[in-house]
């Protein structure tokens, strides 16, 4: 069964190099890979042109729907959504994709995902933000299920006619959709790259933001954009800031806290005003 990697790139210029690298040098063979540049304005359909594998534009419409666009033009039988922030072991294609290529299931997920720059102080917060041990981004415990794929067969992407376009939790909205779970696939090891300035945490906090009142369990939209706002407020902030950077002996979470906070918090009275959900 062919493999196809789709990434949707959005001014990655930074990073799309390193990931491209890695994934030219995977010991499964039969695979092609699909970059989607979602109207980038820096060099990064440049560095993509230097490498062998397929260039695709448009405007910018975020993440889901330029995945959707890579699936369409995609000549494998599986589908592989990776970003451009990550690199990989040489044999995570092969394990992401074996349980499928059995007959196992028809998507899967890795929770072998490591970070990459964590000795960087700000990507230590991120993890700590999150409640995640600093070096990887599933806990030890985590379940073998979730709803992001990482793989998945075509014909059921297709027939789920891929992802919803609502922003930073786009790739959720597949399994809801299919009405079934990623598995984990064993030893499909990758690694993820957190921000690593403050610069940058703003810019990601700002793209989760856009989204983040969905996360909550109430039917009024209304109520959640209310409630996320007064989660993320600056006294709340300053409190959970405070409580971790003593707890975690890092003076600096502090900093970050506010930084983070205040980019969700912008989206979130954004989202009053109809601004955009994408990146």
């Known amino acids: 069964m062919k493999v196809s990697v789709v990434i949707p790139v959005f001014n990655e210029s930074k990073v799309i190099r390193d990931c491209l690298t890695s994934l030219s040098k995977q010991s499964l063979k039969?695979?092609?890979?699909?970059?989607?540049?979602?109207?980038?304005?820096?060099?990064?359909?440049?560095?993509?042109k230097s490498f062998p594998v397929k260039l695709t534009e448009q405007k910018h419409l975020g993440a889901?729907?330029?995945?959707?666009?890579?699936?369409?033009e995609a000549s494998g039988d599986i589908l592989v959504f990776v970003d451009a922030d990550m690199t990989f072991d040489n044999k995570f294609?092969?394990?992401?994709?074996?349980?499928?290529?059995?007959?196992?299931?028809?998507?899967t997920f890795?929770?072998?995902e490591y970070v990459s720059n964590k000795?960087?102080?700000?990507?230590?917060?991120?993890?700590?933000?999150?409640?995640?041990?600093?070096?990887?981004m599933h806990k030890a415990n985590s379940p073998d299920t979730q709803p992001v794929f990482r793989a998945i067969l075509k014909k059921e992407f297709v027939k789920a006619d891929g992802f919803e376009?609502?922003?930073?939790?786009?790739?959720?909205?597949?399994?809801?959709?299919?009405?079934?779970?990623?598995?984990?696939?064993k030893g499909a090891i990758f690694y993820h790259q957190n921000p690593d300035n403050l610069r940058e945490v703003y810019k990601q906090a700002r793209w989760i933001g856009k989204s983040e009142y969905k996360n909550r369990k109430i039917k009024n939209e209304m109520i959640m954009r209310i409630i996320s706002i007064i989660r993320y407020s600056l006294p709340l902030t300053l409190v959970n800031g405070i409580f971790k950077s003593i707890?975690?002996?890092?003076?600096?979470?502090?900093?970050?806290?506010?930084?983070?906070?205040?980019?969700?918090?912008?989206?979130?009275?954004?989202?009053?005003?109809g601004e955009q959900k994408y990146k």
């Open 247 to 273: 707890k975690f002996l890092m003076p600096q979470f502090l900093i970050f806290k506010i930084v983070y906070d205040f980019g969700i918090e912008v989206s979130l009275i954004g989202s009053f005003f």
């Open 165 to 185: 376009p609502v922003g930073y939790i786009d790739d959720h909205t597949l399994a809801k959709k299919l009405g079934t779970l990623a598995v984990s696939a």
């Open 110 to 112: 890795s929770k072998y």
């Open 119 to 136: 000795e960087n102080i700000w990507s230590k917060c991120w993890n700590i933000n999150k409640s995640l041990p600093v070096d990887r």
């Open 30 to 48: 039969d695979f092609e890979v699909i970059v989607v540049d979602d109207g980038s304005t820096d060099q990064t359909k440049n560095i993509v």
């Open 93 to 107: 294609l092969d394990m992401l994709t074996k349980p499928i290529r059995g007959g196992k299931t028809i998507g």
């Open 64 to 72: 889901g729907l330029a995945r959707n666009k890579g699936a369409q």
